[in-house]
């Protein structure tokens, strides 16, 4: 596993992967808070730097951690039970129903900063083929960001109710990218009484944050004591966990403390999975470079262990479907599998195959799960093609009981529908409220004439963000049939099922009965809805006291022609009264200060839960309603929330099973926004050492509330203006300065910049030049690179295809010095973007400092909040020598300096400033 994670979580070179293993003191936009709580707001509600993120720890911050007083914790935690499952019929006679298959996906960009429960980015990891899935690894961890890191409440939220278990990371990584003995140390450290302090933190944060154990990889190398000691460690996790738990060991460290990759259970690694009749692991990874498979599982059975409790890797980060393994690959001589799949990073699919384009990724999906075909009873293709997943592992499904409800909803969208009818516009993600998809994608069964194939669809929605989509070709009077679900269910002859669809002029229910060859066809009773969609409702009379084994839908059309079609909602069972108790305490823990008009809210309140799948979040403004979101949990965050008034209420509803709001048992509480205050302004140039006549223009970065700038610049022309961005000329030489004043309704904010702009004659001989590359400059300090290739001298070259690269600093800096003091206008940075990486690896928060002497420093550009590949610093001159560049926050949620090109904007002398 090493070769992929380690190249993506700390490799610096040009083509590391996305993820895994001027303004002279004044920022250029706004700050509010520097750390994670800042202070107690006017109103008495916390201010927090950040909405609530997802956990990610090293063993010393480990100990400390309690979700007793991590902030964040509320928001971290799924409340979804592992729902109970079945295996369905197969599909296609190569599958195994003994086989089990392990993804160790990379479900979130990134290992620190992901927000706990989703926001408005769309192409987030949404995983839906569950039926495939027995464990799901959520995979992260970096040297500079984290290496102990449970799954995002929302991820657990979605598996859970897809009956699969998720559990979190422990990753040591290699020393050559950033890992260490001492943590391992600390990490098996005993304390007096001979407990494990770290293990039990890390039962403790499993069962609080409700997910279900703990995959540990360790790829550090130790010594043979700490290498004992982490076996006895698993084996007081074995111990103590609850019985819901489990450890999942990947195949790396040997007993010696060397970390040598066996490709295989043998006796080197057995005493990791199982000693004697003491099972030490519940699981066991086997890396990737293994050859063969039956002695892994002879091993097993030699220990007494069910050999498809071992996962053969197949790596397929880089190359997904065209990765060299197949699934067949680890297929002996019956065509069965001789153990189980371990999937290394089948996101793919998103991130190396899909490039986050979702279309791309929904493709990718069915590829890479299914086959070419989209159909999992399909098995031509062959042992040189990827077969996809459903080929070889039959289908599980969490329908073993009514009622059950979806939406079809995969947790993400370009907008919120609620009953046919869009409530919310703009793109999120909320894996939360991710329903229970079909079995089978697709089974479907066109009569002659029909052409009907099946996709998700974010083009219309009956609640949620997505419905299923079929389209194409329909002849009149010919049905399609579609197979959602497997099933194992008894109703009752009062239980019913209703469906909502839209374009379809008539829909039967069709239900495969256990013991019965023919489906049981059910027409149903029409009901008109808004929007187009119709409800068609059907007794389940006919399958009293049977076993519904399968659910499925048959569609048609009166009229020949191109159809559309959606699937809005499938609802199975009788709808009952429900009781629910009162929803109280609404609160308001945090908040975020997105701009002065413009604030992220955390909220939380006291349930039972009982008979609640859900809660939706109203804000009630001016006699309106409108909905702002939805969670699975007590706690959530309300992003971007926009000041109408000082005030606002906000009313928590409760969701039964049946998808029903209960307005009765819902509560209200009212919110204060900050009060609105003078606003705030920074300005900038284009240039500051320009010529008689050439055209600067200056850039106010204000308030959101900001309703005016007005400039004032005397000598410039014209000399006033107003605007956020201006243009001005001189006709004469000399030193100018600058004023702004931003206006807002509850006053105005003025910034001079005292002889901000030098204006030269043409023919003073003035050259303005990148002072970075002329042969007197040189990097001499620094904070560290990874290697040579990456060493911050390469930040001064004036080529934008190398770079300085530093992981192993809190926070970066480098010193260039110029050989002699010269006149500095301004500075350029290229970040991680402007050399190709991804935009998220931009240094987001920078300082700039000067001196003469190399000991002495002035500091004469504060940047924060950078999100731009390149970043401009216009200052007023100063003669220096020495320039530091100090990276205060290195990337937008990491530590890790990627400076492709620095510019020094001046003149190759001095003298200017005082002529």
Not at 77 to 96: C, F, H, M, Y
Not at 230 to 247: A, C, D, G, R, V
Not at 473 to 490: C, N, S
Not at 770 to 783: E, F, H, R, V, W
Request: one cysteine or more; hydrophobic letters at 35%.
């Amino acid at each position: 596993m090493a070769r992929k994670k380690l190249k993506q979580v700390f490799c610096c070179s040009t083509a590391l992967a996305a993820f895994f293993m001027g303004a002279s003191l004044l920022s250029m936009s706004p700050v509010y808070a520097e750390s994670e709580f800042s202070a107690q707001s006017e109103s008495g509600i916390p201010i927090y730097d950040h909405i609530p993120e997802s956990t990610a720890l090293f063993p010393e911050t480990l100990l400390n951690w309690s979700a007793k007083t991590d902030p964040d914790a509320p928001f971290n935690v799924s409340r979804i039970p592992l729902t109970d499952r079945i295996k369905g019929e197969k599909t296609n006679a190569d599958q195994s129903t003994e086989a089990k298959v392990l993804s160790i996906a990379i479900v979130n960009r990134h290992t620190k900063g992901t927000p706990s429960q989703g926001d408005t980015d769309k192409a987030v990891y949404n995983f839906t083929n569950w039926q495939y899935v027995d464990t799901l690894v959520a995979w992260a961890g970096s040297s500079g960001e984290g290496i102990i890191v449970p799954p995002s409440g929302d991820v657990t939220d979605s598996a859970h109710r897809n009956g699969v278990p998720v559990v979190g990371t422990v990753f040591f990584p290699p020393e050559a990218y950033g890992g260490k003995a001492e943590w391992v140390r600390q990490f098996v450290q005993k304390d007096a009484k001979g407990n494990f302090p770290m293990a039990d933190k890390l039962l403790e944060m499993s069962v609080a944050y409700g997910f279900d154990g703990w995959f540990i990889n360790q790829e550090t190398n130790v010594d043979a004591q700490t290498a004992a000691a982490m076996k006895e460690l698993l084996i007081y996790l074995q111990t103590k966990k609850p019985k819901n738990q489990q450890i999942i060991w990947y195949d790396s460290m040997i007993p010696s403390g060397s970390v040598n990759w066996q490709g295989a259970l043998n006796d080197q690694n057995k005493g990791y999975f199982q000693d004697g009749k003491q099972r030490v692991s519940d699981k066991l990874f086997i890396d990737f470079r293994w050859r063969e498979l039956a002695s892994s599982k002879a091993k097993a059975e030699e220990l007494k262990r069910d050999p498809y409790d071992l996962y053969a890797g197949i790596d397929v980060q880089a190359n997904g479907i065209n990765s060299s393994r197949k699934p067949s690959s680890i297929l002996g001589s019956t065509s069965q599998p001789l153990v189980s799949l371990g999937l290394y990073c089948p996101d793919w699919t998103l991130r190396d195959g899909g490039q986050y384009d979702v279309d791309r990724y929904w493709e990718n999906e069915k590829l890479f799960w299914i086959n070419a075909q989209g159909d999992p009873r399909d098995v031509t293709s062959t042992k040189n093609e990827w077969q996809g997943v459903s080929r070889y592992f039959v289908e599980k499904t969490p329908v073993t009981a009514f009622p059950f409800l979806t939406n079809f909803n995969v947790g993400n969208g370009d907008a919120i529908y609620q009953n046919g009818t869009k409530v919310k516009e703009g793109t999120f993600n909320n894996r939360s409220i991710q329903d229970v998809m079909p079995t089978y994608r697709w089974v479907i069964d066109n009569q002659e004439g029909n052409q009907l194939e099946a996709a998700i669809n974010y083009d219309d929605a009956f609640n949620g963000g997505s419905s299923i989509g079929l389209s194409g070709q329909m002849t009149a009077g010919q049905e399609t049939f579609i197979k959602l679900y497997a099933a194992q269910v008894k109703p009752s002859a009062s239980e019913k099922v209703s469906v909502v669809t839209k374009g379809a002029d008539q829909t039967s229910l069709v239900l495969g009965i256990k013991g019965k060859q023919a489906p049981l066809v059910i027409q149903g009773d029409q009901q008109a809805l808004e929007n187009g969609w119709v409800k068609t409702t059907y007794s389940l009379k006919s399958a009293a006291c049977q076993t519904i084994t399968s659910i499925g839908l048959n569609v048609k059309n009166q009229q020949t022609g191109p159809a559309a079609i959606y699937l809005g909602q499938l609802l199975a069972g009788q709808e009952k009264t429900t009781s629910i108790a009162q929803v109280k305490n609404v609160r308001f823990p945090g908040k975020t200060i997105v701009d002065d008009l413009t604030e992220s809210v955390r909220i939380q309140w006291d349930h039972q839960g009982k008979n609640t799948t859900s809660y939706r979040i109203y804000r009630e403004e001016g006699g309106q309603s409108t909905f702002e979101g939805e969670t699975a949990n007590t706690a959530f965050t309300l992003l971007n929330q926009k000041r109408i008034g000082d005030t606002t209420n906000y009313r928590m509803v409760p969701v039964d099973q049946y998808g029903r709001e209960n307005q009765k048992s819902s509560a209200v509480a009212t919110y204060t926004f900050e009060a609105l205050k003078k606003p705030e302004i920074s300005i900038n140039a284009s240039s500051t050492l320009s010529a008689v006549g050439e055209a600067i223009t200056l850039s106010a970065n204000v308030s959101k509330s900001t309703e005016q700038v007005n400039w004032e610049i005397i000598g410039a022309t014209p000399q006033t203006q107003s605007g956020t961005e201006i243009t001005v000329t001189f006709d004469a030489p000399g030193n100018y300065s600058v004023k702004a004043t931003a206006v807002n309704s509850s006053g105005e904010t003025e910034v001079i910049r005292e002889n901000y702009l030098y204006i030269y004659d043409q023919n003073a001989g003035i050259k303005k030049e990148n002072l970075s590359i002329l042969p007197s400059t040189q990097a001499t300090q620094g904070s560290g690179y990874t290697n040579e290739r990456e060493s911050y001298r390469y930040a001064l070259d004036g080529d934008l295809t190398t770079k300085w690269c530093d992981n192993g600093s809190e926070k970066p800096w480098m010193i260039a010095d110029l050989g002699g003091q010269k006149t500095i206008a301004g500075f350029e940075l290229f970040h991680a973007g402007a050399g190709g990486e991804s935009p998220e690896w931009n240094t987001r928060d920078y300082d700039i400092s000067v001196s003469n002497d190399g000991t002495n420093w002035t500091n004469i550009v504060q940047r924060r909040g950078n999100t731009e590949n390149s970043s401009k610093d216009a200052i007023a001159l100063v003669e220096a020598r020495y320039v530091k560049l100090s990276l205060e926050k290195a990337e937008q949620n990491g530590k890790v300096a990627r400076i492709y090109d620095w510019q020094i904007i001046g003149v190759n002398g001095t003298g200017i400033i005082n002529q």
